[in-house]
């Protein structure tokens, strides 16, 4: 068994241990290295693009594994320029774009589409102003103090017609409220007024039924002598000379009464008449 385990090494006469461990580590130094210019990364998309292949939408800040890439060309000699690759998300299309320093963007390449470009200022649209003299210099901080000086004064000025202005609409909400508590008196009075009238209507309304009532009763009344008069001439003219009783309700009712007395119970429970009795 220890046979099949020996680990014996050759050692060249002229071998070096502290040459070959700095020899190892260069080596492990460029076998990281190696593959440096292009490395998977998690992303966002820095701005909004449509694919080429399948007119897949993609928003703004997604995120992608992608791969970046170094490339060899340099802004101003001194800043790197990266290439972003991603895949679509629908139709696994590559996308590509790089970076751009000089106007802090990026430019797409192979793909897709921008959705919005942001549109650059010319540079011919403005002119560059020229160098100032000493002259031009004290002219412009004359003019700014001057303008300075007029803006406090306006301030002031502004500050005042504020003041008159806040004191106008101070008046003005007065009269509106002053002119809202008359209006609500006014109705006030205008119902009162109504509920008086209806009173008073339904008052004369009340007196028209009872003279009403009361022609009817005199007219009744009239009627009812009228017809006794008349009976009362042909009673002395015609056949029969007998004056017709009059109607009284007392003696009728003392008639009643005399009937009732006619009879009387005993306290045996036997009905007794009273008067004479029958003849048999």
Do not use: W
């Not at 993609?58 to 972003?84: A, T, V």
């Not at 009812?224 to 009728?252: E, S, W, Y």
């Amino acid at each position: 068994m220890s046979e099949r385990k020996a680990i014996n090494k050759y050692y060249p006469p002229d071998y070096n241990p502290l040459e070959a461990e700095k020899l190892s580590r260069k080596m492990s130094k460029k076998l990281k290295t190696m593959n440096k210019s292009q490395a998977s990364i998690r992303l966002m998309t820095p701005f909004s693009m449509r694919c080429l292949e399948c007119n897949e939408y993609i928003p703004k800040s997604r995120k992608f594994n992608g791969k970046k890439e170094l490339l060899k060309e340099k802004y101003l000699d001194s800043i790197k320029i990266y290439r972003l690759t991603i895949s679509c998300p629908r139709c696994a299309n590559s996308i590509t774009f790089r970076t751009d320093p000089g106007t802090s963007d990026y430019v797409m390449e192979i793909g897709g589409v921008r959705n919005y470009v942001p549109q650059k200022p010319d540079d011919n649209s403005e002119p560059k102003p020229a160098a100032e003299s000493i002259d031009d210099t004290l002219q412009r901080l004359v003019r700014e103090k001057e303008t300075e000086q007029n803006e406090k004064l306006g301030i002031k000025d502004q500050a005042d017609d504020k003041m008159d202005l806040l004191e106008k609409r101070l008046a003005k909400i007065q009269q509106e409220q002053e002119d809202d508590e008359e209006l609500e008196n006014l109705r006030k009075r205008n119902l009162e007024m109504g509920q008086r009238a209806e009173l008073i209507n339904r008052n004369n309304h009340s007196q028209q039924e009872k003279t009403e009532t009361s022609h009817e009763l005199d007219d009744l009344v009239e009627r009812v002598f009228d017809n006794h008069r008349q009976h009362a001439a042909k009673t002395d003219d015609g056949h029969d000379k007998k004056k017709a009783p009059l109607f009284n309700p007392l003696a009728i009712k003392g008639r009643v009464q005399k009937k009732k007395k006619l009879s009387r119970t005993n306290p045996l429970g036997i009905v007794v008449k009273r008067g004479n009795p029958s003849p048999k």
